[in-house]
């Protein structure tokens, strides 16, 4: 499995704002999906291609194009719906799906509400979007979820990641690249990234 943090100094730049607890949720809001698009250009950097043939202007001539399976960009409600705009920008014809899970803060396992695939997910390279993989439970289940429906091929988009997320994934699903911003020191007790940047939900969208 590949993991890589993103060392960008325009993405650490925006992470840096992000982690303020200062920094309002209009710009939260829009620091997530900046992030979240830099990120996905690191994401889909092996996307495979295939030459064809465009007439310019001036000549005939061969260039890459994307080939093979399309995309299915999944984010996990309702943080990793702050993400899907970042994606959306770059991948504009990406089918979407919605996972919804919430964590129970007592056992902090991921409890299913919502989830609704396209139909076609088998057939396509699945992005998986949640800003915070912490314990990493939620996430593991929402790669579970897209494997049982048929997806082969998946990834996951984080912006900060805790060593314990990182290392679920890893055991349970070696096969997912993880493309994140940043891996943080770890998790306190009550389950948050140290020193991550808070509840990501609750400030983009202004709840508490
Ligand atoms: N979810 C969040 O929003 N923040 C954390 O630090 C961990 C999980």
Do not use: W
């Not at 439970?137 to 429906?149: C, R």
Request: hydrophobic share 40%; proline share 6%; net charge negative.
């Amino acid at each position: 499995m590949s993991v890589t943090e993103v060392k960008h100094p325009l993405v650490q730049h925006k992470l840096s704002y992000l982690r303020d607890k200062d920094t309002p949720t209009v710009h939260f809001r829009k620091l997530v999906e900046e992030v979240t698009l830099l990120l996905t250009y690191e994401a889909t950097k092996d996307l495979p291609t295939e030459d064809v043939e465009i007439e310019t202007p001036i000549e005939r001539a061969s260039f890459p194009r994307i080939s093979g399976k399309k995309v299915a960009v999944c984010p996990i409600l309702r943080a990793g719906l702050g993400m899907l705009d970042g994606v959306l920008t770059l991948i504009s014809g990406a089918r979407v799906g919605f996972i919804g899970l919430y964590r129970n803060e007592e056992t902090l396992q991921p409890v299913e509400y919502y989830v609704k695939l396209p139909s076609d997910v088998a057939d396509r390279d699945v992005i998986l979007l949640d800003p915070m993989l912490a314990t990493g439970n939620s996430t593991a289940h929402a790669v579970k979820l897209v494997k049982d429906a048929g997806a082969t091929s998946v990834r996951l988009i984080s912006i900060i990641a805790a060593p314990e997320g990182i290392k679920n994934i890893q055991d349970n699903h070696p096969d997912v690249q993880i493309v994140v911003a940043a891996i943080d020191r770890q998790l306190n007790e009550k389950g948050y990234i140290v020193p991550g940047l808070g509840d990501a939900g609750d400030r983009l969208y202004g709840t508490k």
